[in-house]
């Protein structure tokens, strides 16, 4: 079994300044973890992965998570806030035993303000 | 590479007709294929994962008889909304899994769907 929590629903932040938003998983076997975006009435676009390699994951538009297994998180941040990274995101964990499906958390609204 | 196509973006329909959604691999193919659904403000609830050339696995709680899919070739897997109702509108998204890594998944761009 897997599941994911993400701890924030919304996140607000000015622009420039530090994001930070939180997620939580567990599974019973070794996970592959995501972290997705998507923009109003659009579909999901992949930030990043952790695949059992380094635990430090650098992803698309300045996002970078990284994996802590003693505490079962997947945090995902970024320096500096930009307007346009205004969006939900979503951290999705499936478990590395062949054809996994994914499993999404609730989601969290990032907001950023001028 | 790995473009997932979906199609329509939006579509309005009456309450008692059908809609079909299509989902294509573009440069890819794809023997496995999951269609979600995403009520407003919330994550992605997987409806069901269609298999190339076999009957799709729905989810609990999916009427198959209600959300109909088909996929008929590596690169194309269709999702019918029968005799839609207004509590059928929704945000459907497909996602096409590209290779036997759990990592290789692209997602179409949804489709919304309204029933009036």
């Known amino acids: 079994a897997q599941s994911v929590t993400q701890l924030d629903s919304h996140v607000s932040v000015s622009e420039g300044t530090p994001v930070l938003l939180r997620c939580n998983y567990s599974s019973s076997y070794s996970p592959s973890l995501f972290w997705y975006v998507q923009h109003p009435n659009k579909g999901l676009q992949l930030l990043l992965k952790y695949t059992s390699a380094a635990t430090l994951v650098k992803g698309i538009n300045g996002f970078e998570a990284e994996f802590k297994k003693s505490e079962t998180s997947f945090h995902l941040t970024k320096p500096s806030a930009h307007m346009s990274d205004a969006a939900e995101y979503f951290c999705?964990?499936?478990?590395?035993?062949?054809?996994?499906?994914?499993?999404f958390g609730k989601g969290t609204m990032l907001l950023v303000s001028p | 590479g790995a473009v997932v196509s979906q199609h329509p973006s939006w579509v309005i329909c009456k309450s008692g007709t059908s809609v079909k959604i299509e989902c294509r691999s573009l440069?890819?193919?794809?023997?496995?294929m999951f269609w979600y659904r995403q009520f407003p403000k919330q994550s992605l609830m997987l409806m069901a994962t269609?298999?190339?050339?076999?009957?799709?696995?729905?989810e609990q709680g999916v009427e198959k008889d209600k959300f109909l899919i088909n996929h008929a070739s590596l690169t194309l897997s269709t999702l019918t909304v029968t005799s839609a109702h207004p509590e059928d509108s929704s945000f459907y998204i497909c996602s096409a899994r590209r290779d036997s890594t759990t990592y290789g998944y692209t997602f179409g761009s949804g489709t919304r769907l309204t029933v009036v």
């Open positions: 440069d890819f193919q794809a023997t496995t």
């Open positions: 269609s298999n190339e050339g076999s009957k799709a696995t729905y």
């Open positions: 999705v964990v499936s478990s590395n035993s062949g054809y996994s499906t994914l499993t």
